[in-house]
């Protein structure tokens, strides 16, 4: 067993330091650019150009991608409820695609959520913060109505299911009514996006260190992603150290 683990090993090496080097090249690429940006001035006019173009879209873009993402899911919702309407109550396959599509739904209220927080966080940019943030703030009941009907129907379909999306506590009263299987999926969905937030923060840090030479938008930036970076290891390790003891 241990020669096989060192096998391996040696096997693997080679690759990593590979993919180390390619990535170290790329950034010292990307740096190199960045640099001769910023002693060129283009950085400078870049960053006018993006505050002007910010300024421009941050008063549309609340209702815009609300009534796109939003009307999508709301059409979803209907069709779901549609089909749910005409079901036997047997058909595992129908039931099966009911889910799918409220999944979706809810998927798109999630995307209209990060959308809105978005331009709320640029609503300094615009002549009509007020404006925005009305628009903020019906966007969010719109997505937490949403998000309520959505549920309803899931519930409906499985009656097993408890808690309200009005609930504080409504994860964790969802997740103990659901059985070992769906479990198993939730965990399996948790790793992946454990593991796509991770590279997601890891990529964050390099782009935001590289930028950070020729826009000077200093270490809180980065701070904040290695905050999350740090959030999400420590929660893993602790989660799984709680786990095996509970075995």
Same mark, same amino acid.
Request: hydrophobic residues 50%.
């Given at each position: 067993?241990?020669?096989? %683990?060192a096998?391996?090993?040696?096997?693997?090496?080679?690759?990593?330091?590979?993919? %180390? @080097?390619?990535?170290?090249?790329?950034?010292?690429?990307?740096?190199?650019?960045?640099?001769?940006?910023?002693?060129?001035?283009?950085?400078?006019?870049?960053?006018?150009?993006?505050?002007?173009?910010?300024?421009?879209?941050?008063?549309?873009?609340?209702p815009?991608?609300?009534?796109?993402? #939003?009307?999508?899911? @709301?059409?979803?919702?209907?069709?779901?409820?549609?089909?749910?309407?005409?079901?036997?109550?047997?058909?595992?396959?129908?039931?099966?695609? !009911?889910?799918?599509?409220?999944?979706?739904?809810?998927? #798109?209220?999630?995307?209209?959520?990060?959308?809105?927080?978005?331009?709320?966080?640029?609503v300094?940019?615009?002549?009509?913060?007020?404006?925005?943030?009305?628009?903020? #703030?019906?966007?969010?009941?719109?997505? !937490?109505?949403?998000?309520? /009907?959505?549920?309803?129907?899931?519930?409906?379909?499985?009656?097993? /299911?408890?808690?309200?999306v009005?609930?504080? /506590?409504?994860?964790? &009263?969802?997740?103990?009514?659901?059985?070992?299987?769906?479990?198993?999926q939730?965990?399996?969905?948790?790793?992946?996006?454990?593991?796509?937030?991770?590279?997601?923060?890891?990529?964050?840090?390099?782009?935001?260190?590289?930028?950070?030479?020729?826009?000077? !938008?200093?270490?809180?930036?980065v701070?904040?992603? #290695?905050?999350?970076?740090?959030?999400?290891?420590v929660?893993?390790?602790?989660?799984?150290?709680?786990?095996?003891?509970? &075995?």
């Open positions: 067993m241990k020669d096989q %683990v096998r391996e090993n040696r096997k693997a090496l080679p690759k990593f330091f590979g993919t %180390v @080097l390619l990535f170290a090249l790329l950034g010292g690429v990307g740096g190199f650019l960045v640099s001769i940006a910023g002693f060129s001035g283009l950085a400078g006019r870049a960053a006018e150009g993006l505050v002007e173009l910010l300024g421009t879209v941050v008063p549309w873009g609340i815009v991608s609300s009534t796109v993402l #939003l009307g999508i899911g @709301l059409g979803l919702y209907c069709s779901a409820k549609g089909r749910y309407g005409r079901w036997d109550g047997e058909d595992e396959d129908t039931a099966e695609g !009911i889910e799918v599509t409220l999944s979706y739904a809810l998927l #798109l209220t999630a995307l209209a959520t990060v959308v809105d927080f978005f331009f709320l966080s640029a300094f940019l615009c002549d009509v913060p007020l404006v925005t943030t009305i628009f903020f #703030l019906v966007s969010i009941v719109l997505v !937490i109505l949403l998000q309520q /009907k959505a549920i309803d129907l899931s519930r409906r379909m499985n009656p097993e /299911k408890q808690g309200s009005y609930d504080v /506590k409504f994860q964790k &009263k969802w997740m103990d009514s659901c059985d070992e299987a769906e479990k198993a939730m965990g399996q969905a948790a790793y992946q996006a454990f593991r796509v937030a991770t590279g997601t923060c890891l990529a964050l840090w390099v782009v935001l260190t590289v930028l950070n030479f020729s826009f000077d !938008i200093g270490l809180l930036p701070l904040m992603v #290695l905050i999350i970076y740090g959030a999400l290891q929660t893993y390790c602790l989660t799984c150290i709680r786990l095996s003891r509970s &075995k």
